[in-house]
């Protein structure tokens, strides 16, 4: 259930596609993003391709530090040449994809 005055939709970030080119930080107008080193917790699960991609890039892929901040515009959505990330329910949790967004 989405908080009052929150919108419905925050960005998740797929660790399998993202590249950490930083297409989402410089469009996203409440600074919600950052790029940096994917904590090694994080790195499970991505099965072989993600982890050589990740290695490829030496881990560095978008964070989400102020996610409470989004709201909801979509630009980083268009903006990723990855196509790695989607707006989704906040609270939803996918089982292959990143941190899930903030309740």
């Known amino acids: 259930m989405t908080e009052p005055g929150k919108p419905a939709l925050a ?3 797929n660790r399998k596609r993202c590249e950490g080119k930083g297409d989402c930080v410089f469009v996203c107008p409440q600074a ?3 790029v940096g080193v994917l904590p090694p917790e994080q790195r499970q699960g991505l099965g072989l ?4 991609k990740g290695y490829a ?3 560095r892929q978008a ?3 102020r996610l409470d901040a989004c709201n909801g515009c979509g630009l980083c959505v268009s ?6 990330i989607t ?11 990143g941190k899930t967004a903030a309740a």
Do not use: K, M, Y
């Not at 707006?87 to 994809?97: A, F, K, S, T």
């Open 11 to 13: 960005p998740r970030i």
């Open 32 to 34: 919600v993003f950052s």
């Open 49 to 52: 391709g993600g982890l050589l």
């Open 57 to 59: 890039h030496g881990w």
């Open 63 to 65: 964070q989400t530090p």
């Open 79 to 84: 903006a990723c040449p990855e196509r790695a």
């Open 87 to 97: 707006l989704v329910r906040r609270g939803h949790n996918g089982l292959h994809d």
